[in-house]
């Protein structure tokens, strides 16, 4: 796992060292091809997969490590290259919540299809999606209430917040109007500050 450790500021090997930390299992993945990659773009032209997406494909199709304390409590996970399905959305301009009403150009999207791969999706707290608005694709949350929520700019922008906030399950809700589950928040309590604590020296030392 030490490879992607390396691309992800040090989160597994802080959870590994944490003392109330019980387990930390992850799924092997290869990264996948060129050929691969380019098959996937030729399957679903005209979209393009960015840069960001595909140099992180190219080191690890997909992602999956959980830990436990000693029950589950995160799971970065991201779909394979294979299991980024395509997605057909007709109600983001209309189910968007307020605050992020202005990301959108309601004069281009608000009668059309929009088309969106999955990322990720649980059928406890929702789906992740790599939204195509305009050419450069932004990432989107659908909570269980079918609620689009903005959550970042660039796929290296939500790595990123899935690091940051350690991967605990259901994340993704902090950001949108159905809130945080109050279970979340005690786990936040009991590990998230610290880890913010050290990344943000780590960052800061690095000039990040």
């Known amino acids: 796992m030490q490879h992607l450790d390396a691309i992800s500021l040090g989160v597994f090997s802080y959870l590994q060292a944490h003392e109330r930390v019980s387990r930390v299992k992850a799924k092997p993945f290869v990264g996948a091809s060129q050929i691969e990659l380019r098959l996937w ?12 997406v595909k140099r992180f ?8 490590v959980q830990w436990f304390a000693p029950f589950r409590v995160g799971h970065f996970s991201l779909n394979s290259l ?3 399905q ?32 999955c990322l990720e999706a649980s059928p406890k707290y929702g789906t992740v999606a790599l ?5 450069e694709p ?10 689009w929520s903005f959550l970042a700019e660039t796929f290296t922008n ?39 604590a050290r990344l943000t020296c780590f960052l800061w030392v690095m000039n990040l």
């Open 41 to 52: 773009e030729q399957k679903n032209s005209p979209y393009m997969l960015p840069d960001d």
């Open 158 to 196: 939500y790595y990123r917040m899935m690091l940051t906030h350690l991967g605990i399950i259901s994340w993704q809700t902090i950001f949108s109007d159905s809130g945080v589950d109050p279970m979340r928040k005690v786990l936040y309590n009991s590990f998230y500050y610290d880890w913010y």
């Open 82 to 84: 294979q299991n980024l």
């Open 138 to 147: 932004q990432v989107w949350f659908k909570d269980l209430r079918g609620s």
């Open 86 to 117: 395509r997605l057909s959305i007709k109600d983001l301009p209309s189910r968007c919540r307020s605050v992020d009403q202005h990301r959108l150009d309601l004069r281009k999207i608000s009668h059309q299809e929009l088309i969106g791969f």
């Open 131 to 135: 939204v195509y608005l305009d050419e």
């Open 57 to 64: 494909y190219s080191t690890t199709n997909g992602l999956s």
